[in-house]
């Protein structure tokens, strides 16, 4: 099962192309929140052939009222978890731990910017933001599972804004 993950559009208006496209590719979609307006949740979600979405801390409040603020389902076998907002500090193990108290293997997660990955006993899953990035690059991830084998892949995207600092780090050293 090929499934897209995003998080943290911020959009007010249209869903760049690129992204929709990306969505349709995927046998499910899921957003982790930050949709931001009506407009945007309607095209992600016109755009997938199943959407599993939560709500964002800065969603418009039609959102909020439609969509839950977590979400449990199955994928081939495969318990996950979906949050925008976590009780993260500096590292992941309160997500890690948040994962165990929900029950699931892979617990995505927003609110970040920043893609994250990380693998102990359950997979910790941020695929960072399409659009606006914090000193990463603009990406989704492909959660991929095939019974209980699972991977990821961070795909970057070219809709998005460039991280200032991410852009100055990579001109340093350059002549």
């Known amino acids: 099962m090929k499934i897209a993950v995003l998080s943290d559009t911020h959009l007010r208006a249209k869903m760049p192309q690129e992204l929709l496209d990306m969505l349709k590719d995927a046998d499910l979609v ?18 997938s052939k199943r959407l599993v979405a939560v709500h964002g801390n800065s969603d418009d409040d039609s959102i909020k009222s439609t969509l839950p603020e977590s979400v449990i389902f199955d994928a081939e076998g495969v318990k996950i978890g979906v949050i925008h907002k976590g009780r993260y500090g500096t590292d992941v193990t309160n997500m890690r731990y948040l994962a165990l108290e929900m029950g699931v293997k892979v617990l995505i997660y927003g609110h970040l910017h920043s893609p994250v990955i990380d693998q102990t006993d359950v997979l910790l899953l941020c695929p960072g933001s399409p659009i606006f990035p914090r000193m990463a690059d603009p990406t989704i991830a492909i ?24 852009d100055f780090a990579r001109s340093l050293g350059k002549e």
């Open 30 to 47: 899921v957003h982790a929140g930050d949709f931001i307006t009506p407009v945007v949740y309607e095209a992600v979600k016109a755009s």
């Open 143 to 166: 959660l991929h599972v095939e019974g209980s084998e699972i991977r990821v892949d961070i795909i970057k995207t070219n809709t998005g804004q460039m991280c200032k600092s991410i």
